[in-house]
């Protein structure tokens, strides 16, 4: 076997079309292109992993935005409280500057709100008996919890 030739760190399940040419690649990189054939996959066989991990929301920016203009700051001000820069506070509420974990978990504190969810990912994938031909959309299944 040889290792997925777009990230090369697993070995490669599967053939894709990108861009005209084929490239032997892993179950993470699929989505990259076009698959044109699946290896190794089993007949009716399911692989179901869980994975769940925290993350901050999506919505984190509107949510911060409402707690400061429910509590009539500027974002100045706002950024005075919560000990940052007004710059970030700015590209925080337009959503140009995604808070990390640390600093998500900091603001929840300071102003009672909640940005950290943790998300559970669902991925299924099935080899269908018609074709052993799978899109990204027949292999990735979102589950929000
Ligand atoms: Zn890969």
């Avoid at 076997?1 to 760190?9: A, F, I, N, P, S």
């Avoid at 009539?72 to 706002?78: A, D, V, W």
Wanted: proline fraction near 1%; hydrophobic fraction near 35%.
């Amino acid at each position: 076997m040889g290792l997925c030739e777009l990230c090369g760190r697993k070995e490669f399940s599967c053939t894709i079309i990108v861009e005209g040419s084929s490239l032997n690649v892993c179950s993470d990189c699929s989505g990259f292109g076009k698959v044109v054939h699946t290896a190794n996959v089993p007949k009716k066989r399911a692989v179901k992993t869980v994975l769940a991990e925290d993350s901050v929301k999506n919505d984190f920016f509107v949510i911060l935005k409402q707690c400061r203009e429910r509590m009539n700051l500027t974002q100045k001000e706002f950024a005075e409280k919560i000990m940052e820069k007004e710059n970030t506070v700015h590209k925080l509420e337009t959503g140009h500057l995604v808070p990390g974990l640390e600093l998500a978990r900091k603001l929840e504190k300071l102003l009672k709100i909640a940005l950290v969810e943790h998300v559970s990912v669902d991925s299924t994938v099935v080899n269908k008996k018609e074709s052993n031909t799978l899109t990204i959309g027949d292999v990735i299944e979102l589950d929000e919890r």
